[in-house]
């Protein structure tokens, strides 16, 4: 994961304004039903994930899932993912869906990023863990602020100050407890992501071995490796952090 810098909020999302107030009036007038999950709210696609917010994320993102930072459209689509899930959540998997989600950011452009499926869909889906649980703001009368997270936010927080690599392991940096819940509940050291990695950390340990030779290609490694650690390089954290430390 790294930090990503969001442009301006897409214009489109300005119409989600309007479905947010009426899903607020909705939820008070029937707010038993959907806090035992009779009534559920219908969130419109068509707005948090029309074109020009995927394009925009896309651009932002350049590319690459917010979380495990693998680039997403020569595969997928990729899913325009609620940081704060908007119809349910979970405090741990093991527990059962707490309602309402966070019905009234399914359009805040904070709330949304582009995700590839397997974090997404297979991981992350409703679950949203917090230090403290009995903390957790369900009215958006409420100050979000107070609510402590332990997912790591892409843009409000420093990835890279929670985690850290060991080659194409990511553990969590000076003990981060937000650092190893985003690890191990996203799975980014899930089998498959680390074989890539792997070969990736090869490809460039080779690099870095030649930039700092005497052969003649020493400079192409060099502009090659100094690309590979610019924030639109797939798994980049692992690049800067193995830079850092010189490949050892
Ligand atoms: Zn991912």
């Given at each position: 994961?790294?930090?990503?810098?969001?442009?301006?909020?897409?214009?489109?999302?300005?119409?989600?304004?309007?479905?947010?107030?009426?899903?607020?009036?909705?939820?008070?007038?029937?707010?038993?039903d959907?806090?035992?999950?009779?009534?559920?709210?219908?969130?419109?696609?068509?707005?948090?994930?029309?074109?020009?917010?995927?394009?925009?994320?896309?651009?932002?993102?350049?590319?690459?899932?917010?979380?495990?930072?693998?680039?997403i459209s020569?595969?997928?689509?990729?899913?325009?993912?609620?940081?704060?899930?908007?119809?349910?959540?979970?405090?741990?998997?093991?527990?059962?869906?707490?309602?309402?989600?966070?019905?009234?950011?399914?359009?805040?452009?904070?709330?949304?990023?582009?995700?590839?499926?397997?974090?997404?869909?297979?991981?992350?889906?409703?679950?949203?863990?917090?230090?403290?649980?009995?903390?957790?703001?369900?009215?958006p009368?409420?100050?979000?602020?107070?609510e402590?997270?332990?997912?790591?936010?892409?843009?409000?927080?420093?990835?890279?100050?929670?985690?850290?690599?060991?080659?194409?392991?990511?553990?969590?940096?000076?003990?981060?407890?937000?650092?190893?819940?985003?690890?191990?509940?996203?799975?980014?050291?899930?089998?498959?992501?680390?074989?890539?990695?792997?070969?990736?950390?090869?490809?460039?340990?080779?690099?870095?071995?030649?930039?700092?030779?005497?052969?003649?290609?020493?400079?192409?490694?060099?502009?090659?490796?100094?690309?590979?650690?610019?924030?639109?390089?797939?798994?980049?954290?692992?690049?800067?952090?193995?830079?850092?430390?010189?490949?050892?």
């Open positions: 994961m790294i930090r990503i810098v969001k442009s301006l909020a897409p214009e489109v999302l300005r119409d989600g304004q309007t479905k947010t107030a009426a899903d607020s009036a909705d939820y008070q007038a029937h707010k038993t959907y806090d035992s999950g009779k009534r559920k709210f219908s969130f419109d696609h068509d707005i948090y994930a029309h074109v020009d917010v995927k394009s925009v994320l896309l651009l932002d993102q350049h590319d690459k899932c917010c979380f495990c930072e693998s680039k020569h595969i997928a689509f990729g899913d325009v993912e609620h940081f704060r899930p908007k119809s349910a959540f979970r405090q741990s998997q093991r527990d059962r869906l707490g309602r309402p989600g966070y019905y009234w950011l399914a359009y805040e452009w904070s709330n949304l990023f582009l995700a590839c499926e397997l974090c997404n869909r297979r991981w992350k889906k409703n679950l949203f863990p917090l230090e403290d649980p009995s903390v957790r703001i369900l009215s009368k409420d100050d979000l602020a107070r402590r997270p332990l997912f790591l936010h892409p843009t409000d927080d420093n990835p890279e100050e929670h985690l850290e690599f060991d080659k194409e392991v990511i553990r969590p940096r000076n003990a981060s407890r937000r650092g190893s819940v985003t690890l191990n509940a996203l799975r980014l050291n899930r089998p498959a992501l680390q074989d890539f990695r792997r070969d990736r950390y090869v490809l460039l340990k080779n690099l870095f071995v030649v930039a700092n030779s005497d052969l003649p290609e020493r400079e192409d490694a060099l502009r090659n490796l100094d690309e590979r650690v610019l924030d639109s390089a797939e798994y980049a954290a692992m690049t800067r952090c193995a830079r850092r430390r010189a490949f050892e």
